[in-house]
């Protein structure tokens, strides 16, 4: 048991859903060649002026609103300064004082299946820096093209309500799900468009004080959340133990050594010198303009995983599972539909379609296998005109091929076998081969049963009903 408690505090960005950049009329794309996406205002260049984006604004207040904060009726852009090369104007547009959201919370649920709030300090909007590239040696590139991007940041509140690397990858996991749900980001980690910052310090078990904390710069995984945060409890506890001293600095994450590395010492909120920006003007909020955006709010993920389980009576484990992504949840309301058994369809979203989609890297948006065609399988399936070993073959089959499930069980005769006189002769012919299989049945051992089932559903490739089998291997075995 470790001597130190663990406090966690998490600023997260992600970059928004918008069309255009922040303050300017550049495209707000990823990827492409460096700096062909940038003007003189998201360069900053003398005598450029911005023009606030106000479906950003819009998008920060519907997550400020999701996240159950209260929203600040007036807002002022400022001036965060700090000299470095991916900032060319010398200073990043951000809010400080009434951001758009604050005073808010997100309940998570952990491994053990216990819930925990973790309250949130403030959402606002800012814009995304340009991207530095370290070439190697002694040389390093820039690429603007992400500079002037919409970037909104959640901070969660002081005391922190985190203790632990896995509390800081629920809370992240919980916050891309409603993110993506509210279509404000495509919370897409791997090409930095949602990426967190935990503030982490220890102190000893039972103190009030806060330790030393130092901040880890742009994960862009919940695996890297959870290892950051798990190797720098441990750096910070072994230095401790030996009597050493935390530093207050920022952090970067090496994946591939799997540590820390020093980037800076931390700055302090002084050194930024925030102003008023003179260029914006204010935001003010109209009560009917957040009531109205409040309406407008989606189904957050908590709502539907309780209905999903009230109303079609899945699992609260399968309902979770369903849940925790919009696409998946849509595709299975869009296949329980009907009359076919709405559990058979979790169970299929959940298992075999679920490791299709893994093994081949895909997301349920780019399979193959539509709601409809998954719903027909099943029907087949439960009519008995395939068994449900074949139905797992027919699905790999639609996976691949886009098929039908009536189609590929026309093409390849996978239809059931309806002969109970063909069945049984292959039954009489695995007996035949089997007679200390059978000898040992008749002893009393029931649990070979099986084996002789299994030989006959090989016999007949699968399309032989097991409850039939298993009939016609008792009345010839008793």
Same mark, same amino acid.
């Given at each position: 048991m470790s001597n130190y408690e663990t406090v966690i505090g998490m600023e997260c960005h992600a970059e928004l859903l918008t069309e255009s950049k922040m303050f300017c009329g550049c495209a707000n794309e990823f990827g492409g060649a460096p700096n062909t996406r940038t003007c003189p205002v998201c360069l900053g260049l003398p005598g450029s002026l911005p023009v606030m984006n106000k479906l950003a604004v819009e998008l920060v207040l519907r997550t400020a609103l999701a996240l159950n904060c209260q929203?600040?009726?007036?807002?002022?852009?400022?001036?965060?300064? +700090?000299?470095? /090369?991916?900032?060319?104007? !010398? @200073?990043?547009?951000?809010? +400080?004082?009434? /951001?758009?959201?604050?005073? !808010? @919370?997100?309940?998570?649920?952990?491994?053990?299946?216990?819930?925990?709030?973790?309250?949130i300090r403030r959402v606002h909007l800012e814009e995304d820096t340009g991207k530095l590239i370290h070439a190697g040696g002694n040389e390093s590139e820039v690429d603007y093209n992400r500079s002037g991007v919409p970037l909104m940041e959640i901070v969660t509140e002081f005391p922190p309500d985190l203790h632990s690397a896995e509390e800081a990858r629920a809370y992240l996991e919980k916050l891309r799900t409603i993110l993506v749900y509210l279509n404000v980001s495509d919370g897409k980690m791997e090409e930095g468009h949602l990426r967190a910052e935990p503030n982490l310090s220890i102190r000893p078990v039972g103190s009030d004080k806060f330790g030393v904390k130092t901040e880890i710069k742009n994960l862009n995984s919940f695996k890297s959340v959870f290892k950051g945060v798990q190797y720098e409890v441990e750096r910070q506890s072994a230095l401790l133990d030996e009597g050493g001293v935390v530093r207050q600095e920022t952090l970067g994450w090496n994946d591939l050594r799997g540590e820390t590395y020093h980037m800076r010492f931390k700055e302090e909120e002084q050194e930024y010198r925030y102003f008023p920006e003179p260029d914006l003007v204010p935001l003010h909020f109209h009560d009917a303009d957040i009531e109205a955006a409040r309406a407008a709010l989606p189904e957050l993920p908590d709502a539907k995983r309780e209905r999903f389980v009230t109303q079609y009576g899945v699992r609260p484990y399968d309902a979770a599972v369903l849940t925790s992504s919009r696409s998946v949840a849509d595709f299975y309301e869009a296949a329980a539909t009907d009359g076919v058994d709405p559990k058979a369809i979790a169970n299929y979203v959940t298992g075999e379609l679920a490791r299709l989609l893994n093994a081949s890297g895909q997301d349920i948006t780019q399979t193959k296998v539509t709601p409809a065609a998954l719903r027909d399988l099943i029907v087949l399936r439960d009519s008995g005109k395939i068994t449900n070993g074949v139905a797992k073959t027919v699905l790999e089959k639609m996976f691949e091929t886009g098929q039908s499930a009536p189609e590929i069980v026309e093409a390849e005769g996978l239809a059931a076998v309806d002969d109970e006189g063909a069945i049984a002769a292959e039954v009489d012919k695995v007996l035949e081969a089997n007679p200390d299989v059978v000898a040992k049945i008749k002893a009393g051992n029931d649990k070979s049963?099986?084996?002789l089932t299994g030989q006959v559903m090989r016999a007949t490739k699968g399309k032989a009903r097991p409850d039939v089998v298993n009939r016609l291997l008792a009345d010839r075995i008793k």
């Open positions: 929203v600040s009726r007036d807002c002022l852009f400022a001036r965060k300064n +700090y000299f470095y /090369p991916d900032i060319p104007k !010398g @200073y990043q547009i951000s809010q +400080y004082d009434d /951001p758009i959201g604050h005073s !808010g @919370y997100l309940d998570i649920t952990l491994e053990d299946g216990s819930s925990k709030r973790v309250h049963m099986a084996f």
